[in-house]
T-cell receptor, first 110, second 119 residues
Framework: ELKVEQNPLFLSMQEGKNYTIYCNYS?????LYWYRQDPGKSLESLFV?????AVKQEGRLMASLDTKARLSTLHITAAVHDLSATYFC??????????FGKGTLLTVNP | GAGVSQSPSNKVTEKGKDVELRCDPI?????LYWYRQSLGQGLEFLIY????????KSGLPSDRFSAERTGGSVSTLTIQRTQQEDSAVYLC?????????????????FGPGTRLTVL
C-alpha cells in the first residue's frame, strides 16, 4: 500500500525566513503533485513533477523531486503572510489514483 | 473557463437519512474522482470514473456509499442511512490526461466541496 508522509505537519515561521517541507513516499512513483488549500476552500494545484531531478518554481515556492530517494521538497523563500495555507503532496502508483499526505499547515507571522 | 462545481455546498442531515451530493466536472474532462476529507486528515480516495464507468471503487468505505456518472459528465455520490462518522467534506475532482516531455499525467482540478454534517 502506498504511503505518503509529510513533515512537518505544522510549521510556524516568520516573514522573510526560508523553510522546506518534505514529502516521502513508500513505493516507486514518478509523478508528484503539490497542492495548496486555504481555510474553507478547495485544493489548488501548484506543481506537477514528472521525472527524477525535476524542479519547478513559482514565485517564492520551489518544488523538486528525487525519485530514487522517493522524496519531494517544497522550499519556501522569504516567506510572506499570503503563503499561509495547508500544503499537500500527492503521488500515485497508477495514472489516476492519488494518495495524499496529511498536509502541512503553514502559518507565516509578521 | 468554469471550474469544477459541487452542490450543495453544505448539507446537514439526520442520522439514518439518505443524501445525494452532486459534481459537475470541467467540460471535456474524461476522468472524475471523489475524495473525502475529515477534520485534520488528508484526502481519502473514494472512487474514480473514466467516462461513465468506474474502474476503481475500492475506496468506498461501505455498501452504503454509491456513485454514478451519466453522459460522461455529472456525477452523483449517494450515501444511504447516514452515520455520524460520515460527516466530512466531500471533494470532487476532474482531469484530462496530458503529456509533458513524453510523460503522461493527470493533474486533478478540485471543486469547492460539500460539507456534510450528520447529526
Amino acid at each position: 500500500e502506498l504511503k505518503v508522509e509529510q513533515n512537518p505537519l505544522f510549521l510556524s515561521m516568520q516573514e522573510g525566513k526560508n523553510y522546506t517541507i518534505y514529502c516521502n513516499y513508500s513505493t516507486t512513483s514518478d509523478r508528484l503533485y503539490w497542492y495548496r488549500q486555504d481555510p474553507g476552500k478547495s485544493l489548488e494545484s501548484l506543481f506537477v513533477l514528472l521525472s527524477n531531478g525535476a524542479v519547478k518554481q513559482e514565485g517564492r515556492l520551489m518544488a523538486s523531486l528525487d525519485t530514487k530517494a522517493r522524496l519531494s521538497t517544497l522550499h519556501i523563500t522569504a516567506a510572506v503572510h499570503d503563503l499561509s495555507a495547508t500544503y499537500f503532496c500527492a503521488t500515485g502508483g497508477s495514472n489516476y489514483k492519488l494518495t495524499f499526505g496529511k498536509g502541512t499547515l503553514l502559518t507565516v507571522n509578521p | 473557463g468554469a471550474g469544477v462545481s459541487q452542490s450543495p455546498s453544505n448539507k446537514v442531515t439526520e442520522k439514518g437519512k439518505d443524501v445525494e451530493l452532486r459534481c459537475d466536472p470541467i467540460s471535456g474532462h474524461t476522468a472524475l474522482y471523489w475524495y473525502r476529507q475529515s477534520l485534520g486528515q488528508g484526502l481519502e480516495f473514494l472512487i474514480y470514473f473514466q467516462g461513465n464507468s468506474a474502474p476503481d471503487k475500492s475506496g468506498l468505505p461501505s455498501d452504503r456509499f454509491s456513485a454514478e456518472r451519466t453522459g460522461g459528465s455529472v456525477s452523483t455520490l449517494t450515501i444511504q442511512r447516514t452515520q455520524q462518522e460520515d460527516s466530512a467534506v466531500y471533494l470532487c475532482a476532474s482531469s484530462l490526461y496530458l503529456w509533458e516531455m513524453a510523460v503522461s499525467f493527470n493533474e486533478q482540478f478540485f471543486g469547492p466541496g460539500t460539507r456534510l454534517t450528520v447529526l
